[in-house]
């Protein structure tokens, strides 16, 4: 279904805030993109704010397609920092000049959060006329000009990191800065280089892909890729084993796994060319996709999910403060466990956003919870 | 002739965000200053976390170099927790983090400084059949002919400046690019294999590691490790030697402070040896290194804390707008020194003390097969030499250890976190000498600073107004074209600036150059 011209552009400029992206308006969005250069490619901008670089060398592993042939047939990446040949005003020129001549026909890539403290002083990049120019105002300026915003990674997606308590440079995420351009998060820390490519692909072949209420792709974060549901290690779960220890056999519940609570694809897609992932490596899920990484100075990465009473196999209760699920060696028996790790789910979530409201931690959105909650 | 100021904001084909000032006379470099631009408070948004944080956390201060912190941490979490890892635990931690040597290695010649050497634009010429090739000379002729402005983005525009004339060399360089994109990919497959993935891996903990051990692993990371291996010693050194002998005025720009210090890493047994030794060469004499002679200065870094601190007791609290200061990089010392370290520090350290047979033997070929002396090092195309040489000895010694590997034995050794503690935790990154330093108070994580090399290489003027090494060693480089300054990031380049872990450097002239935040 195509809309209008005129709805496309309201949309675009962003007078239906909030609006979630949908596949709706995205035909329009690629006839945007077709117009662009004359190349065929999607033109993309490249930018790093508080960023550490791990998603742009994330995005250096894409393997199929590799990122040279994402460079030649699919994308014209104009300016990234990590790997362009211009440095210096040349480099930052290459902005300014796509700012004006590809006005609303080129995708913003975001990686890192924003600093808005002291001004937004506490990362700058380039000089205009002798001063030091923030990141804040360039993610405005590059935002106001382009078709889309993509933030790759926790920072750019929810604040990361920097925004943990107590957020020393006000760090914020894309979405708290950007105002009227469609926004797609590809949370992770980083994210999986086919999370990156697959959008960009998408966007040029077919539109902008379906989004999830956190503007994450469905297709990679979707609610059926909650990593609990599709870990190798789910027998041991389901027949109680348990690793008390790094590099134990058995599921990581004990050891502080983020897997019931987190949403990505690995599981099945793999890591680095698929040799691994997070889970079978030994080493918990820390649901670095998730809006409450990498949580707050009372909670941490390996914070078990909360805990679960197992009153005996004849009076298994279930419900949000006692979830029947036996830890420890005892099978249950005709409970779902899947139905459990949703209620570990929700408790986790609930007590997060408590401690995360006092902590002044970014936590971005509830919504997900009743969609899960279903 | 009149003084020219020459501002490089930002300096690309690193990591992170860096900015450069010269100032130039008669085409001569005579001033100079180096500033990180950027600031996120890490060691601030660990305090009163769990410890055991500390590695997945420390890790993501940089998404180039995040095994060598996390090896910092898991060391220094060691040191704290009073544990020792299994034979297993310390094979893997050496294997994953030489693996990301070999990444980060391959990255930045081939994709990060060669730019500045290599004509891209020699692909134009390209007459053969490969594939690839062509496919690269038709996305880049179709758009020129197109009348594409950004033709060739994002390899184009560059300055102009004295690229590579050869086009035969040009175009093996431009292959070997897009090969040693493929090659550094699998580095990271075989860090994957037991870190579970990357960037940031999952699996270092206090203790050992989390990887369960299987045959499966052990071959698939042989394996990959005997391609890469190839790759360097076959392709990646002659490339290097290649490159020097085009540019041998390079061996003589950008010899720096001359001062050089190791920590040491990669631990060989249980009993304290090193694959990398550790020392220091300052001022000529070669000695042994003491991690108490180590501290920090802030007073031209953007912190209003205590200068000259030890580590472990230092003190983070920005301050964007401190007047006078001009990088959010603080200013390591060693017992007062100015020292670099990295690739060829080592490589100086352990030729001198004759640390590793292979090693000498190695450097003493590569200086006979381009007419050199050792001093010859010291400059641009000594560090990439002293890069490229380190991950062929490298390499022989991670086949060896991953036989040492025992499938059945146990990867890890049980902790408890103590309810106080210190610890510290010194290794050796790709980019140089790394240090984490942890304080814990009643579980919690009650300080937490690192000195990364980034910050030994490119911070700012000490309290005595010292320059850093990347300041120092851009004083005298010759400038040819102050419009297009190729020169200043070959130099700063050839230290590999890794600014998300560091970041700044820069002083000079007060009157021109103070910091404007204000």
């Not at chain 1, 995420?173 to 980083?190: E, L, M, Q, W």
């Not at chain 1, 570990?344 to 002044?360: F, L, M, S, V, W």
Request: aromatic fraction near 8%; proline fraction near 6%; charge should be neutral.
């Amino acid at each position: 279904m195509l809309i209008s011209r005129k709805k496309f552009l309201q949309v675009s400029a962003g007078s239906i805030a909030g609006v979630a992206l949908s596949s709706l308006w995205l035909p329009k969005l690629l006839s945007a993109a077709d117009a662009k250069n004359g190349k065929g490619r999607l033109p993309v901008i490249w930018f790093q704010a508080q960023a550490c670089s791990g998603c742009a060398v994330s995005f250096l592993d894409a393997a199929y397609p590799s990122v040279d042939d994402v460079l030649i047939e699919v994308i014209s990446l104009e300016f990234n920092p990590v790997i362009m040949g211009a440095t210096g005003d040349l480099a930052m020129g290459v902005i300014d000049r796509m700012m004006v001549e590809e006005k609303g026909k080129y995708i913003f890539v975001v990686e890192g959060s924003i600093p808005t403290e002291a001004d937004g002083f506490y990362c700058t990049v380039g000089e205009k006329e002798g001063n030091p120019v923030t990141a804040l105002e360039w993610v405005k300026n590059i935002a106001a000009n382009s078709m889309a915003v993509v933030a790759v990674g926790a920072c750019a997606s929810w604040g990361g990191i920097p925004s943990a308590p107590p957020n020393p440079t006000g760090a914020m995420p894309a979405s708290k800065i950007v105002t009227g351009k469609p926004i797609i998060n590809i949370p992770g820390c980083p994210p999986h280089p086919d999370w990156m490519v697959g959008t960009i692909v998408n966007v040029l072949k077919y539109g902008i892909p379906e989004l999830d209420k956190l503007n994450r792709p469905t297709m990679f974060y979707g609610t059926d890729k909650l990593i609990h549901d599709n870990c190798e290690l789910r027998q041991y779960f389901d027949t109680g084993t348990f690793a008390k220890d790094y590099g134990d056999k058995g599921c990581l519940y004990e050891l502080g796994c983020k897997g019931p609570v987190s949403h990505c694809d690995v599981s099945t897609r793999g890591w680095n060319g698929g040799v691994n992932w997070c889970n079978r490596s030994g080493g918990p899920c820390i649901g670095c996709t998730e809006p409450f990484f990498p949580g707050g100075a009372g909670s941490g990465l390996y914070e078990k999910l909360p805990a679960v009473e197992v009153p005996g196999l004849e009076k298994i209760n279930i419900n949000a403060n006692t979830v029947g699920v036996a830890l420890g060696g005892v099978v249950v028996a005709g409970i779902g466990a899947h139905a459990a790790a949703r209620m570990i789910a929700t408790k986790y979530r609930q007590n997060k956003e408590e401690k995360n409201r006092d902590k002044g931690t970014p936590y971005i959105l509830k919504e997900k919870e009743e969609e899960e909650d279903k | 002739m009149a003084k020219q100021i020459i501002t490089v904001d930002p300096l690309t084909r690193i990591e992170g965000h860096l900015k450069i000032k010269v100032e130039v006379e008669n085409g001569k470099v005579t001033n100079a200053f180096s500033t990180g631009d950027m600031f996120r408070g890490w060691e601030i948004i660990l305090r009163e976390r769990s410890p055991i944080d500390a590695p997945p956390i420390a890790q993501r201060i940089c998404g180039v170099c995040p095994i060598p912190h996390g090896t910092g941490a898991v060391l220094a979490l060691d040191d704290a927790f009073g544990v020792k890892p299994p034979a297993n635990g310390r094979i893997i931690r050496n294997l994953m983090l030489a693996s990301e040597f070999i990444h980060s290695h391959l990255l930045h010649f081939y994709h990060l400084a060669a730019l500045d050497f290599v004509d891209i634009t020699a692909i134009l010429n390209y007459k053969g059949i490969d594939p690839k090739l062509n496919k690269i000379k038709d996305w880049v002729k179709s758009d020129a002919d197109a009348g594409v402005k950004s033709a060739g983005a994002p390899f184009l525009p560059r300055y102009k400046g004295d690229y590579i004339k050869d086009d035969a060399v040009n175009i093996a360089a431009i292959a070997n690019y897009i090969k040693a994109l493929e090659i550094r990919r699998k580095a990271h497959e075989m860090l994957a294999i037991f870190g579970g993935k990357i960037p940031h891996c999952q699996t270092l903990f206090a203790g050992g590691v989390a990887t369960q051990l299987n045959l499966e692993r052990i071959i698939n990371f042989k394996s990959r490790l005997a391609e890469v291996k190839s790759f360097i010693d076959n392709v990646y050194i002659p490339d290097v030697v290649a490159v020097a002998s085009l540019y041998p005025d390079y061996f003589k720009i950008g010899k720096g402070v001359g001062n050089f210090i190791s920590y040491g890493g990669l631990p060989t047994d249980d009993n304290g040896k090193m694959h990398y030794d550790s020392g220091t060469y300052i001022d000529g004499n070669i000695g042994n290194f003491d991690s108490n002679l180590i501290a920090e200065f802030v007073k031209y870094s953007k912190y209003s804390s205590g200068s000259g601190l030890y580590p472990l007791n230092g003190e983070t609290t920005p301050d964007a707008k401190k007047d006078g200061a001009y990088s959010w990089l603080k200013a390591p010392r060693y017992n007062g020194k100015v020292v670099e370290v990295g690739p060829l520090a080592r490589a100086i350290i352990m030729y001198l003390k004759g640390s590793d047979s292979d090693h000498k033997s190695l450097i003493d070929s590569a200086l006979s097969t381009l007419g050199l002396q050792p001093a010859d090092l010291i400059s641009v195309m000594g560090r990439h030499a002293a890069r490229a040489l380190e991950l062929s000895i490298l390499t022989d010694r991670m086949d060896e250890w991953v036989d040492e590997l025992d499938p059945a034995a146990p990867v890890h050794t049980k902790f408890k976190i103590p309810k106080t503690s210190e610890g510290m935790g010194l290794t050796e990154a790709a980019r140089g000498s790394l240090g984490h330093w942890i304080s814990i108070d009643n579980f919690r994580i009650a300080n937490y600073q690192a000195v990364v090399p980034t910050t030994w290489n490119g911070g700012p003027r000490d309290d005595a107004g010292n320059m850093g090494p990347y300041e120092q060693a851009l004083i005298g480089t010759p400038i040819a074209d102050v419009e297009n300054p190729i020169e200043v990031g070959r130099v700063i380049r050839s230290f590999d600036p890794c600014l998300a872990c560091a970041v700044h450097i820069v002083e000079g002239d007060r009157e021109i150059l103070k910091f404007r935040v204000c």
